[in-house]
Nanobody, 126 residues
């Protein structure tokens, strides 16, 4: 079992930046591929970014490409999501998720992830 706790969400004006953190406990993070997802009010949860467990390859949703960066520090058991040039449409609850397939595939579907955090709210005002 791995427990995930997100932090860093808050209210920010459009054009601003935030860095979200996801700290894992219970297991070492370097065994897991890690993803960030988000859910806006009234909408389904959607994929944002993924980073593989060892090579650190990453992939992004088109809506955030060029603005968001996912990274990981396995020594700190932490995954980050740096969000720049924020837009009101980025407003959502952001979730980190872990998958233990021991592969280097860039997984983008919710059902490919076994562990989820409780989420952190990001609100971007215009």
């Amino acid at each position: 079992q791995v427990q995930l706790v997100e932090s860093g969400g808050r209210s920010v004006q459009a054009g601003g930046s935030l860095r979200l953190s996801c700290v894992a406990s219970g297991r070492t993070l370097n065994n897991y591929g890690m993803g960030w997802f988000r859910q806006a009010p009234g909408k389904a949860r959607e994929f944002v970014a993924v980073i593989t467990r060892s090579r650190g390859s990453s992939f992004y949703a088109d809506s955030v490409k060029g603005r968001f960066t996912i990274s990981r520090d396995n020594a700190k058991n932490t995954v980050y999501l740096q969000m720049n040039s924020l837009k009101p449409e980025d407003t959502a609850v952001y979730y980190c998720a872990a998958e233990i397939s021991f592969s280097e595939q860039l997984r983008r579907r919710e059902n490919e992830y076994q562990y989820w955090g409780q989420g952190t709210q990001v609100t971007v005002s215009s």
